[in-house]
């Protein structure tokens, strides 16, 4: 068995990965993200994503308390839109006007992710540092100003990437997705996978035991 260790406190990547059978270990990065990302001076949507996922998966698998059988994986997501970079809202008057530029129209959610397999070599460790990105276009519900006032009012859209969730409240304000769904949700199952049998892991073996 190879275990998974998530270096997110996102409860909607845990619950998307336990929905699929993986029940991982959790610790949450320390990362400064405008430091990594001034470091990196990077601007595109998908270089952002994936540079954070990076260094989220870097500075866990750094811990002295990882398990030896580990699969780190750090995961980031931004949404493009509008020639904007766009993560979690400042404030509420920051997501009322996103929703409010955004409604009737559509972005691209990019969620990066970076596998580390921190396993030793003679416990099979194939000493991968692997990445990649999963972008979705979402189509957002032309929504009222009472619906966004409301929306607002919950708090959701200020913990969540371009201020809206497919599997919350959010959800009956998007339109439709074209790409991955979880991805959106905040990790792409289908690209995880890829990453894990480059790392030499079935996707099976990541299963939790069941009783």
Same mark, same amino acid.
Do not use: N
């Given at each position: 068995?190879?275990?998974?260790?998530?270096?997110?406190?996102?409860? *909607? &990547?845990?619950?998307? !990965?336990?929905?699929? %059978? =993986?029940?991982?270990?959790?610790?949450?990065?320390?990362?400064?993200?405008?430091?990594?990302?001034?470091? /990196?001076?990077?601007?595109?949507?998908? @270089? =952002?994503?994936?540079?954070?996922?990076?260094?989220?998966?870097?500075?866990?698998? %750094?811990?002295?308390? =990882?398990?030896?059988?580990?699969? #780190?994986?750090?995961?980031?997501?931004?949404?493009?839109?509008?020639?904007?970079? !766009?993560?979690?809202?400042?404030?509420? *008057?920051?997501?009322?006007?996103?929703?409010? *530029?955004?409604? %009737?129209?559509?972005?691209?959610?990019?969620?990066?992710?970076?596998?580390?397999?921190? &396993?030793?070599?003679?416990?099979?460790?194939?000493?991968?540092?692997? %990445? $990649?990105?999963?972008?979705?276009?979402?189509?957002?519900?032309? =929504?009222?100003?009472?619906?966004?006032?409301? /929306? #607002?009012?919950?708090?959701?859209?200020?913990?969540?990437?371009?201020?809206?969730?497919?599997?919350?409240?959010?959800?009956?304000?998007? &339109?439709? #997705?074209?790409? @991955?769904?979880?991805?959106?949700?905040?990790?792409?199952?289908?690209?995880?996978? @890829? !990453?894990?049998?480059?790392? $030499? #892991?079935?996707?099976?073996? !990541?299963? *939790?035991?069941? $009783?």
């Amino acid at each position: 068995m190879t275990s998974l260790l998530l270096a997110s406190a996102s409860p *909607a &990547r845990l619950a998307t !990965l336990r929905s699929a %059978g =993986v029940d991982p270990q959790v610790i949450v990065s320390g990362v400064d993200e405008p430091a990594v990302v001034a470091h /990196y001076g990077v601007t595109d949507a998908e @270089d =952002v994503c994936l540079v954070l996922a990076k260094a989220k998966a870097e500075d866990v698998a %750094g811990h002295d308390d =990882v398990a030896e059988d580990a699969l #780190v994986l750090g995961c980031d997501s931004v949404l493009a839109f509008d020639g904007q970079v !766009l993560g979690k809202p400042s404030d509420a *008057a920051d997501a009322t006007a996103r929703w409010q *530029a955004m409604r %009737g129209r559509s972005g691209v959610l990019h969620t990066g992710h970076w596998l580390i397999d921190t &396993r030793d070599s003679d416990a099979g460790g194939s000493g991968a540092t692997i %990445g $990649g990105v999963a972008s979705v276009t979402v189509h957002f519900a032309d =929504v009222s100003d009472a619906e966004i006032e409301a /929306y #607002v009012a919950t708090g959701e859209p200020l913990l969540v990437a371009g201020a809206f969730t497919l599997d919350g409240l959010g959800g009956a304000f998007v &339109r439709g #997705v074209e790409g @991955d769904p979880h991805a959106v949700v905040g990790v792409s199952l289908p690209l995880l996978r @890829d !990453l894990a049998r480059e790392a $030499g #892991v079935r996707w099976t073996d !990541l299963w *939790a035991p069941r $009783g």
